[in-house]
């Protein structure tokens, strides 16, 4: 069963700075890997989806990158600023004939930047 | 467009009480789901729909119906509410079932059952 692990649970950052969020999984045989982003009393919302044939996507100050071989993603954020404060969950999709519904979540990397 | 609606925000339910959790989507979304968010544990798929009429269980169903009577809406029951049950519960939606399409969440309701 695939098992997706996201260390630390917790992280507060100075603004400004740049950062690394961590995202590890235990099957490779993977088709996507999804980025969200979970602000308090609010829903999920998708930042970046890589795709198993792709290293990396960007968005703006984001860059996601994917090691399928290691079962390693990474969520880099640049300047980081007070706004970018939230919960930052990770997802993986298999490899099937499946869609969402085979979707594994993270448990999360709640990020504050200090003003 | 609203995206994915969810009602009611908070509930605090009595052991055995039942309710229904509603999520509406205005994207005309064929797949939606719903899913329990637990401390220290990821999101957990508890049933999903990938059009109208059609539903199937995810990886924790017990104490809980759905149906999908049209495309637009989705609603969970909860039939004899468990304190096991306390969670806050998400309904997100896609284009498709397919394997690319971006989740659209809603924002969540918060249960609590004594």
């Known amino acids: 069963k695939q098992e997706v692990t996201q260390i630390p649970a917790a992280l507060s950052v100075p603004e400004g700075e740049n950062l690394v969020l961590n995202c590890s999984f235990t099957?490779?045989?993977?088709?996507?890997l999804q980025w969200f982003r979970q602000d308090p009393g609010k829903g999920l919302t998708s930042l970046l989806l890589?795709?198993?044939?792709?290293r990396e996507q960007t968005s703006g100050r984001l860059n996601a990158s994917l090691d399928k071989s290691s079962g390693r993603s990474t969520l880099y954020i640049a300047a980081s600023q007070p706004g970018d404060s939230a919960t930052y969950l990770c997802?993986?999709?298999?490899?099937?004939?499946?869609?969402?519904?085979?979707?594994?979540f993270g448990t999360g990397t709640r990020l504050t930047i200090i003003p | 467009n609203a995206g994915v609606t969810q009602t009611p925000k908070f509930q605090v339910l009595k052991t055995g009480q039942s309710m229904t959790l509603q999520c509406a989507q205005d994207?005309?979304?064929?797949?939606m789901s719903w899913y329990r968010q637990d401390p220290g544990m990821g999101l957990r798929l508890i049933h999903y729909?990938?059009?109208?009429?059609?539903?199937d269980q995810g990886e924790v169903p017990n104490g809980y119906n759905v149906s999908r009577s049209t495309t637009e809406d989705f609603p969970l029951r909860l039939l004899s509410a468990a304190p096991s049950q306390t969670s806050v519960y998400f309904c997100?939606?896609?284009?498709?079932?397919?394997?690319?399409?971006?989740?659209?969440f809603g924002s969540g309701t918060q249960l609590s059952v004594l």
């Open positions: 994207m005309n979304h064929e797949y």
């Open positions: 997100a939606s896609s284009d498709r079932q397919a394997t690319n399409e971006k989740l659209f």
């Open positions: 890589i795709q198993s044939s792709q």
């Open positions: 099957d490779s045989a993977i088709y996507n």
């Open positions: 729909s990938v059009g109208a009429g059609i539903t």
């Open positions: 997802a993986v999709l298999p490899i099937s004939n499946f869609g969402n519904e085979k979707l594994t």
